[in-house]
């Protein structure tokens, strides 16, 4: 089972951008289907984006279309989230997840589709 280390969360405000990354053990980390989630206080762990194993399909969430980038590094073991245009309602805590896909390029956006999740890193956007 792969283990996941997300980072770069931090303060910013309203208009600013942020990189998040998410470090992947093992090797077969080019086989895996990975995605972004994210979830604030009171509310339910929402999908935010979704890349398949090579980068083949890539698939975002109505609420960050057009300013969240997803990408992976798949020689570094890295899947990277660049927000940009930040606003206040993107304040959560963003996890990064993973699925063993070796034979597909589709990216899920369900949390059920993902058996592994990272421990998650807080992003706070200020007015």
């Known amino acids: 089972q792969v283990q996941l280390v997300e980072s770069g969360g931090g303060l910013v405000q309203a208009g600013g951008s942020l990189r998040l990354s998410c470090a992947a053990s093992?090797?077969?980390?080019?086989?895996?289907?990975m995605g972004w989630f994210r979830q604030a206080p009171g509310k339910e762990r929402e999908f935010v984006a979704a890349i398949s194993r090579i980068g083949g399909s890539l698939y975002y969430g109505d609420s960050v279309k057009g300013r969240f980038t997803i990408s992976r590094d798949d020689g570094k073991n890295l899947l990277y989230l660049q927000m940009n245009n930040l606003k206040p309602e993107d304040t959560a805590v963003y996890y990064c997840?993973?699925?063993?896909?070796?034979?597909?390029?589709?990216?899920?956006?369900?949390?059920?589709?993902?058996?592994?999740w990272g421990q998650g890193t807080q992003v706070t956007v200020s007015s």
């Open positions: 093992g090797r077969t980390f080019s086989s895996y289907a």
């Open positions: 997840a993973a699925r063993w896909a070796p034979g597909t390029l589709r990216a899920y956006s369900k949390t059920e589709d993902y058996a592994s």
